[in-house]
């Protein structure tokens, strides 16, 4: 016997009058309205089931429109009926498996998400490249015998500081194109110091440095672009000094290896430069894999909070797992 007409029973067979219905018509009255509870109930029911096969002949369906609407009967079906747990199995499906597309406003949130993330990235550049400008323009002032390797590294540092610089101020939009655009003025500048200091002195720290950066930044995934932009890089430079386009920047004296950069550095410049390019790199690395494991945390911390407000919204009745 359900609780509430037990406690009508009770009440009707009461020993004290005063525990008694006063008149048989509030008893009747009593028993109309947990009659009708008990029939919106049922009513409820049959709603929840009907919701719970909409929900499950929808899901059935490829499309995200479909998927949606899926989900919007099952909570239908949960919010008549908590304990249908036919409709805890569709949401919880649908909740789980992944979509063989992603809605558009999922594709957009992703895309603002990676925007955000890559302008910690963008900052952190900014001030690399005009590190990088200061370091040129230090090396010329201390004595060269050839300038332009260091005017070409001065001008690309400078036109990449300021175009990042621009889409920080300005709130750009970072494109694929504008990406790629600045990508290769990055590989511009690795194949000028190639040229210049040498592929064998200061280009092979800079390189290892700069593939992962690239390979990682979560603006655009183009691995083979930036690992053939990075070896073309090194192999350019290489090529034109065995091809005796431009001198030689190394010599092999026995076991020893001299080198003799193109732009004519003084052996303690030589030194001083490549002391401030591994500190540069270990620096620009820093931020940029601080910056992406900050975004990672975040990214999994968001993922196990929702899984686990999920679980809440379709636990079963009872159920502690």
């Not at 899926?70 to 079906?77: D, F, K, L, T, W």
């Not at 430069?273 to 820093?286: D, E, F, H």
Request: hydrophobic share 50%; aromatic share 6%; charged share 20%.
């Amino acid at each position: 016997m359900p609780p509430e007409l037990d406690a009508i029973v009770v009440r009707a067979t009461a020993s004290s009058r005063d525990d008694r219905h006063a008149t048989a018509r509030a008893l009747a009255d009593e028993v109309q309205r947990f009659l009708d509870g008990d029939r919106d109930l049922e009513r409820r029911r049959t709603l929840s089931t009907q919701h719970t096969e909409a929900a499950r002949e929808l899901a059935l369906k490829a499309d995200i429109a479909s998927r949606a609407e899926a989900m919007r009967e099952a909570g239908s079906a949960i919010a008549l009926d908590a304990g249908n747990r036919d409709a805890h199995a569709v949401l919880m499906q649908l909740l789980l498996e992944r979509p063989s597309e992603l809605p558009d406003e999922v594709k957009k949130k992703i895309d603002d998400d990676r925007q955000r993330a890559f302008q910690p990235v963008v900052r952190g550049m900014i001030a690399v490249y005009a590190v990088a400008v200061a370091l040129a323009v230090f090396v010329w002032v201390n004595g060269v015998t050839t300038v332009w390797p260091l005017v070409a590294l001065i001008v690309e540092n400078s036109v990449l500081s300021l175009l990042l610089g621009f889409a920080v101020l300005r709130r750009w939009y970072i494109s694929r194109l504008l990406y790629i655009v600045g990508s290769m003025i990055h590989v511009a500048i690795l194949a000028t110091v190639g040229v210049g200091v040498g592929p064998l002195l200061l280009l092979p720290v800079l390189l290892f440095g700069s593939l992962p950066i690239m390979m990682s930044a979560p603006i655009l995934r183009i691995p083979r672009i930036a690992f053939v932009a990075h070896l073309l890089a090194f192999g350019i430079p290489l090529a034109l000094e065995w091809l005796h386009v431009v001198p030689s920047t190394y010599q092999l004296a026995g076991n020893a290896i001299i080198f003799e950069p193109t732009i004519g550095l003084p052996a303690g410049t030589i030194v001083f430069c490549v002391i401030a390019i591994v500190i540069l790199q270990l620096v620009g690395l820093s931020i940029v894999i601080d910056g992406q494991r900050r975004e990672q945390d975040r990214a999994q911390e968001t993922v196990q909070l929702q899984s686990w407000q999920f679980a809440q919204l379709v636990r079963r009745s009872g159920s502690t797992s």
